[in-house]
C-alpha cells in the first residue's frame, strides 16, 4: 500500500500538481456541480460539500474533461493536506487531519449512473485509496426512494470502517448536522445560519481558518515546515505520526495545555525528517 502510494503520488504528478496544474474552468465546473469547503465542524474540522442532486453531467463535461477534473480533485486533495489541514490544526490547536463531508443527493437515484459518471466515480474512488483516513464522517442528506435503491447496490461493496462513517439521512436531517457543525459555520440551506452573503453565496465563499491571515501567516512562513514529524507506516500500513514538535508562534497553539504537543502540518505521504 505504502509503496503502491508513493508510485502513484510519483506518476500522477501529486507532489508538484499544487503549482503546475491550474483549473482555469472553475467557475464554470461549480455550476453543474456545486461544491466546496465551507467552514469547520465542532472538532475544528473542515466541512466539505457537495450538492450531488444538482451535478450536470452533460453540461460538465462541456466544460471540463474526466482526466481534468480528476486532476483538479487530487489537487483539492493536495490543498487540504498542505494547506486546510494546518491551518484548522491552528485554529483548533490540535491536530487535524480529517474532514466532515455533507453529500445532498436530492434527486438522485438509478437513473444519474449514466456512462461518463460511472468512469468519473470509478476514477475518483481510485484517487481516495491513496488518501486513506482524510474522512471522518460523511453525511448523506435527502436521500430518496430512487437513493436507497442505489445505496442497497453500493452497500455490499463497502468496506465496513468506510460504511460506519456513512450516515444516511432523508429530509430530516438538520438537527444531526446541528449536532456537529455549529449553526454559524453551516449554510442556511442546510439548517445553520451562515449565507455568506458577501461572499456570493456558501458554495462560492470557501470560509474558514484557511482564509484567516493570521492563520495563513504561520502557514506560508514555514515556521510549521520545521514542525514536520516523521511518517512512517504501521503494521496495517496506515500512518501514523511518531514526532512531536512545537511551533515557534506558541500563539496559536497555546490554547491549552495538551496543545503544545500537537503537530501543526498536516499528514505527508512521504516520510520527512524532523528537525527537532
Ligand atoms: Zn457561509
Known amino acids: 500500500m505504502w509503496i503502491n502510494m508513493l508510485k502513484w503520488r510519483k506518476d500522477f504528478g501529486a507532489d508538484t500538481i499544487l503549482e503546475d496544474y491550474r483549473f482555469s474552468e472553475l467557475n464554470e465546473v461549480l455550476q453543474y456541480v456545486p461544491q466546496g469547503?465551507?467552514?469547520?465542524?465542532?472538532?475544528?474540522?473542515?466541512?466539505?460539500?457537495?450538492?450531488?442532486?444538482?451535478?450536470?453531467?452533460?453540461?460538465?463535461?462541456?466544460?471540463?474533461?474526466?482526466?481534468?477534473?480528476?486532476?483538479?480533485?487530487?489537487?483539492?486533495y493536495e490543498k487540504t493536506l498542505s494547506v486546510r489541514f494546518p491551518a484548522c490544526s491552528i485554529a483548533a490547536g490540535r491536530h487535524v487531519d480529517s474532514n466532515t463531508t455533507i453529500i445532498d443527493v436530492q434527486g438522485v437515484g438509478l437513473w444519474n449512473l449514466t456512462k461518463p459518471v460511472i468512469e468519473l466515480i470509478r476514477q475518483l474512488q481510485q484517487i481516495n485509496t491513496n488518501y486513506p483516513d482524510t474522512l471522518c464522517q460523511m453525511f448523506i442528506i435527502n436521500a430518496g426512494q430512487g437513493f436507497k435503491m442505489l445505496w442497497n447496490m453500493i452497500q455490499p461493496f463497502l468496506e465496513p470502517k468506510a460504511k460506519s462513517?456513512?450516515?444516511?439521512?432523508?429530509?430530516?436531517?438538520?438537527?444531526?448536522?446541528?449536532?456537529?457543525?455549529?449553526?454559524?459555520?453551516?449554510?442556511?440551506?442546510?439548517?445553520?445560519?451562515?449565507?455568506?452573503?458577501?461572499?456570493?453565496?456558501?458554495?462560492?465563499?470557501?470560509?474558514?481558518?484557511?482564509?484567516?491571515?493570521?492563520?495563513?501567516?504561520?502557514?506560508?512562513?514555514?515556521?510549521?515546515?520545521?514542525?514536520?514529524?516523521?511518517?512512517?507506516?504501521?503494521?496495517?500500513?496506515?500512518?501514523h505520526d511518531i514526532g512531536r514538535c512545537y511551533s515557534s508562534e506558541g500563539a496559536y497553539v497555546h490554547r491549552n495545555h495538551s496543545s503544545k504537543s500537537t503537530t501543526l502540518v498536516a499528514d505527508h505521504l512521504a516520510p520527512v525528517e524532523c528537525k527537532y
Open 165 to 239: 462513517k456513512i450516515h444516511v439521512l432523508g429530509t430530516k436531517y438538520k438537527s444531526t448536522l446541528l449536532e456537529v457543525i455549529d449553526a454559524s459555520e453551516l449554510p442556511e440551506f442546510l439548517g445553520g445560519c451562515c449565507n455568506c452573503v458577501e461572499k456570493g453565496g456558501c458554495m462560492r465563499s470557501n470560509k474558514g481558518p484557511w482564509n484567516e491571515p493570521h492563520v495563513m501567516k504561520i502557514i506560508s512562513s514555514g515556521k510549521t515546515q520545521g514542525c514536520i514529524s516523521r511518517l512512517e507506516p504501521n503494521r496495517e500500513g496506515i500512518m
Open 37 to 76: 469547503f465551507h467552514g469547520i465542524d465542532k472538532e475544528g474540522r473542515p466541512v466539505y460539500i457537495e450538492i450531488l442532486g444538482q451535478l450536470d453531467p452533460k453540461k460538465l463535461l462541456r466544460v471540463t474533461s474526466i482526466e481534468r477534473y480528476v486532476k483538479y480533485y487530487v489537487q483539492e
